[in-house]
């Protein structure tokens, strides 16, 4: 396997144009464990199984500078014997250059949808393999194998096993079940993420290479690796295991914070700090989801808000609170910040991954009710349900347009903030404007 990733470094090197280009294998942004082993077994089953023509290229889908904070990514590769000098990353190669040079074909793995960012990408995309919701539309130039498992590694596993079973070996056998029992949470059933398919490969992978390491043990030292934050600031916190969504006018970031809530929150300057971060990387809002194990190893969940911008903040909040599908059975937690809300989550079992739909849905319905209104010079967003602004108990400036996301270019005029607008004005301009849409319906 070291021998395949030092050659794709190599190739990619020589590359100058001429040769018929990558089969590149791409994870998600969080490129977690499960997103860097999905993308390097199947390139190199793919360098193995294909015709000879573009060459497989496992690429890690964050700057090689990040990689250091995904501190069980950095434990299972040193155990498998790999290098993390050997790994590609996004910073290290044009994606956009070999798009439209030709010479791109994509493969996504751990998800099924590129992100916004890369959306000049999509003509690209030849196959995809993932165990997220699907979101991707059928097209016959996309061969696509979703299915709701507990690791996108089952899946890479039971393709291997399927079409070129000789692939496997000690090393990729290690990566492959390290990944699924880090998952699957032990292969625990009362914790919700594993399914029969991936006790089946993880138990196939035993009986295959006897000499992998005990289940418990490999989880343990996974797992440790993976809560250890000692000595992060907070945007390396936010960094470690981050997932965006966006739509319209927002774009938020979804982290998973190894420590409690209570913990986080004490952090010094975190407010500072958060705001700093959501400037840094154009984010609207951040949502913090905690995962910690209480004294008999039972894991609670923790969840929390962030935005300086108090519309975008209740609402994603709100859409949090009244989901049912699945429900999060979310209570409030005390914040010593007016810009956070928190809550503990009772739904132990809805992980980012069950989380992200409803962040992803809420986004969806919002963009359609978005409406220009009128006269006013900016648009905003009216809800479904429009209550006068003295009618609604919330504070002044939550139905004022947001913020536009180049405020936070230097020398916006927005850089001091929206101007204040009472409820009295707001009032009486929407009566006004229900005034003239009625005389207007007179005429």
Not at 13 to 41: I, Q, T
Not at 269 to 291: D, G, R
Not at 324 to 335: G, K, T
Request: glycine fraction near 4%; aromatic fraction near 6%.
């Amino acid at each position: 396997m070291d021998i395949f990733l030092k050659s794709c470094r190599d190739v990619l090197k020589r590359n100058a144009g001429v040769s018929p280009g990558f089969r590149v294998v791409l994870g998600n942004e969080a490129c977690d464990v499960d997103s860097m082993v999905s993308a390097v077994a199947y390139a190199y089953f793919l360098s193995v199984t294909m015709v000879p023509g573009k060459t497989p290229l496992p690429v890690m889908n964050i700057p090689r500078r990040e990689f250091s904070l995904r501190t069980d990514n950095v434990f299972l590769l040193r155990e498998s014997g790999l290098s993390p000098d050997d790994l590609v990353f996004r910073d290290e190669v044009d994606l956009g250059a070999l798009h439209r040079a030709g010479q791109l074909d994509l493969t996504l793995v751990d998800c099924n949808m590129l992100p916004w960012s890369d959306r000049d990408l999509e003509a690209s995309v030849v196959e995809v393999i993932d165990h997220h919701r699907l979101e991707r539309k059928p097209s016959p130039s996309c061969a696509v194998t979703v299915e709701t498992v507990g690791s996108c590694a089952t899946l890479v596993t039971e393709c291997i096993v399927q079409k070129a079973p000789e692939v496997l070996h000690q090393q990729m056998a290690l990566l492959l079940y390290g990944t699924i029992v880090l998952d699957c949470v032990n292969m625990a059933p009362e914790a919700g993420k594993v399914t029969p398919k991936d006790s089946h490969y993880a138990a196939l992978l035993e009986k295959r290479f006897p000499d992998l390491p005990p289940r418990g043990a490999l989880f343990l030292s996974l797992q440790n690796a993976k809560f250890d934050v000692s000595g992060l600031t907070t945007e390396q916190m936010l960094l470690k295991d981050m997932k965006v969504a966006s739509g319209g006018d927002v774009k938020l970031a979804v982290s998973v914070i190894y420590m409690t809530l209570e913990a986080f929150l004490q952090r010094q300057n975190l407010q500072q700090e958060l705001c700093e971060f959501s400037n840094k990387h154009s984010y609207s809002l951040v949502v913090a989801m905690t995962i910690c194990y209480n004294d008999i190893k039972e894991p609670f969940r923790q969840l929390a808000v962030y935005s300086s911008n108090t519309l975008y903040r209740e609402q994603v909040s709100q859409a949090l609170e009244q989901a049912r599908s699945p429900s999060l059975s979310l209570s409030p937690m005390s914040s010593p910040y007016s810009d956070i809300k928190a809550y503990l989550q009772g739904n132990t079992l809805a992980s980012r991954k069950k989380v992200l739909p409803i962040i992803k849905d809420f986004l969806m319905d919002r963009e359609k009710r978005l409406v220009p209104c009128g006269d006013l010079e900016e648009s905003y967003e009216v809800p479904v349900q429009l209550a006068c602004a003295e009618d609604t108990g919330i504070e002044d400036d939550v139905q004022l347009p947001p913020t536009p996301m180049n405020s936070l270019v230097e020398g916006c005029p927005l850089d001091n903030g929206l101007p204040k607008i009472s409820a009295e004005a707001l009032t009486k301009k929407f009566r006004k404007m229900a005034s003239d849409e009625a005389n207007a319906g007179g005429h």
